[in-house]
């Protein structure tokens, strides 16, 4: 079965600075990978997704995900953090089999500081 | 056009009382999924639709949940003599076809509250 790890339930960064949320999953046959970011009292937004095509990911907002299959994970990164990227972000992992469920990770919380 | 709604955004009820919590889904959305979301935690799997067949219920609880979505549209889950242990955020997506590379688009969520 299919699971997926978040490292880190909050990350601080300055404003300006890189950010890296990881990620890294389980899944016995090659997934399919997401990213979400849920701001305060809205739903989840789609980030970005691998889907094979290529290993490295570009998304909206700059943020980008590189996928590696030897180290199983999809972590996110951008290099210059912005005031307004402060929200949750959630790594999920998707089979094209089996039930279609997507699977979350629980989520991390991620602070900017001015 | 419009993204996915859910209503109500907030309901409180009483332990012991059966809520409906609605999904209208973008329209042309042939998939819709459901998900609970506890404080502090990822989404949840519940159940999803394909078109107006139930193809996966395995995330549902217990069978006090269930779900259904009539004509392949409008969805509503179902919590039949609430429990404290319910209160969550439930959220609803649709997406064009249940295939994994197709987008999720979710709603803004129902907080259900049980006192």
């Known amino acids: 079965a299919q699971s997926v790890t978040q490292l880190g339930s909050h990350v601080s960064v300055s404003e300006g600075a890189l950010v890296l949320l990881r990620c890294n999953y389980s899944s016995s046959v090659p997934p399919y990978l997401f990213w979400y970011v849920q701001y305060p009292n809205q739903g989840l937004q789609l980030l970005l997704k691998?889907?094979?095509?290529?290993?490295l990911v570009k998304g909206i907002n700059g943020f980008e995900a590189e996928f590696k299959k030897s180290e199983t994970s999809f972590h996110l990164t951008k290099p210059s953090a912005h005031m307004s990227d402060a929200a949750e972000y959630f790594c999920?992992?998707?089979?094209?089999?089996?039930?279609?469920?997507?699977?979350f990770g629980a989520g991390t919380r991620l602070f900017v500081k001015a | 056009g419009a993204g996915v709604s859910q209503s109500p955004r907030y309901k409180v009820t009483k332990r012991g009382q059966d809520v409906a919590l609605r999904c209208d889904p973008i329209s042309g959305h042939v998939s819709l999924y459901w998900y609970r979301q506890a404080l502090g935690q990822g989404p949840e799997f519940l159940t999803y639709?394909?078109?107006?067949?139930?193809?996966?219920k395995s995330g549902l609880p217990n069978d006090r949940f269930s779900a259904e979505r009539p004509e392949g549209s409008i969805s509503t889950l179902t919590i039949q003599r609430t429990e404290q242990r319910d209160s969550a955020m439930y959220r609803c997506a649709s997406s064009l076809d249940r295939a994994a590379s197709y987008e999720q688009y979710f709603g803004p969520g129902t907080r259900l509250t049980v006192t």
């Open positions: 639709f394909n078109y107006e067949a139930q193809q996966d």
């Open positions: 691998y889907t094979s095509a290529a290993t």
């Open positions: 999920a992992v998707r089979l094209d089999t089996g039930g279609f469920k997507t699977i």
